[in-house]
């Protein structure tokens, strides 16, 4: 039975969904999921949770995430990517000098009107199916936070290679956008990788033609679930105290803080909060015997 992460190197195209779908039928889980969906014409980390793993989800979500983008400037689209239809052109002369200097008002905390083409819901509706009705509501400023946004080179006269390092929820094409709205020219996004999400890299990735060729012994690369908790601090119960977690319960604990929990066979149970004297399990991992 598959129970792990798997980090996808995601192929352009493909949607997060067809990525899941594909390793479902793999792995023969049905279990499975992914922290922090990717544009089809996006490509990079992609964490895939199988198995009980997918309790982890919600956790991997939520941290940042590092994008490397193509920035092209002088061209609006309706999807703010340069796979959408165009909107408007204008010429584009600017130096590196001008985006460097523009590029300072989106670093930090920021507020990004959600695109229509988006998977976010207004009124029970998601908006890209508004957009492809040719419809198009208000939609209220998320903030969002731009933690580094730096310019890698110059790829031609209009289009730039950006770095992002982001919070989950923002959107890089609308960065894009905004870039080249501020500058006059308009913009938009011409490609998309992720380098980082949930703390695994490119380096940590596989593709899906590794993972095929691999056959039954796939799971030789899955990923133990305590690694989206490695940032945190491990304990090791005693054997009561591993019997009382297994039972649901908890136990007196004089330590403040979250920790990733282990028996003492090194089997990983639970993160669990220590807190008024009680060590309390938040979300369990362990193997339900």
């Not at 689209?77 to 590196?96: E, L």
């Not at 040719?134 to 400023?141: D, L, T």
């Not at 730039?160 to 501020?182: E, P, W």
């Not at 979250?258 to 003492?264: A, D, I, K, Q």
Request: charge should be positive; aromatic fraction near 6%.
């Amino acid at each position: 039975m598959a129970n792990g992460i798997l980090i996808v190197d995601k192929p352009q195209g493909w949607t997060s969904m067809d990525v899941c779908a594909k390793l479902r039928g793999i792995f023969h889980e049905r279990r499975v999921g992914h922290a922090g969906t990717l544009d089809p014409m996006a490509t990079g980390v992609l964490p895939v949770f199988l198995g009980r793993a997918t309790r982890a989800v919600e956790y991997a979500a939520g941290g940042e995430k590092e994008y490397v983008a193509g920035l092209r400037l002088g061209m609006t689209t309706d999807t703010q990517d340069t796979t959408g239809r165009v909107v408007d052109t204008r010429p584009a002369a600017v130096t590196m000098g001008q985006l460097e200097a523009v590029l300072e008002q989106f670093r930090g905390e920021i507020a990004q009107i959600p695109p229509m083409y988006s998977a976010v819901k207004i009124g029970g509706k998601k908006l890209y199916e508004l957009a492809r009705k040719g419809r198009e509501v208000e939609r209220a400023p998320r903030p969002v936070t731009i933690h580094s946004l730096t310019v890698e080179e110059r790829l031609g006269p209009e289009e730039f290679r950006i770095r992002v390092r982001c919070s989950k929820g923002t959107y890089v094409r609308t960065l894009c956008h905004d870039i080249g709205q501020a500058l006059g020219c308009g913009g938009c996004m011409s490609s998309l990788r992720r380098e980082m999400a949930a703390g695994f890299t490119l380096a940590d990735a596989v593709t899906l033609e590794q993972v095929q060729q691999l056959g039954a012994q796939a799971q030789s690369l899955l990923l133990p679930v305590d690694h989206c908790f490695r940032h945190l601090p491990a304990l090791t119960l005693t054997p009561a105290q591993t019997k009382r977690v297994r039972n649901g319960g908890r136990f007196t604990f004089s330590q403040e803080g979250t920790w990733r929990v282990y028996s003492p066979e090194g089997e990983f149970l639970a993160v669990s909060q220590g807190k008024d004297g009680q060590l309390t399990t938040v979300k369990s991992f362990y193997t339900v015997e």
